[in-house]
């Protein structure tokens, strides 16, 4: 942060205006963190919509196959 901290109404002591500046950078740094991790398979849309049907000659016979 290259500018300094404005204080609206109060009078913070510098402690306290350090402790919420490090509350705010930590808060995002964990937002970033956050959108960086991946999402599992299991959370794909895709994986929610059954697969496409194949009819045809024995299509019924190979649908109880297992994917």
């Given at each position: 942060m290259s500018e300094e901290p404005v204080v609206i109404r109060g009078n913070p002591t510098p402690?306290?205006?350090a402790a919420v500046v490090a509350a705010l950078a930590i808060m995002r740094?964990?937002?970033a963190t956050r959108a960086r991790?991946?999402?599992s398979l299991w959370a794909l849309p895709s994986r929610q919509t059954r697969p496409r049907l194949n009819p045809g000659p024995g299509a019924w016979r190979a649908s109880a196959?297992?994917?």
């Open positions: 402690d306290e205006v740094q964990a937002r991790r991946r999402r196959f297992p994917r």
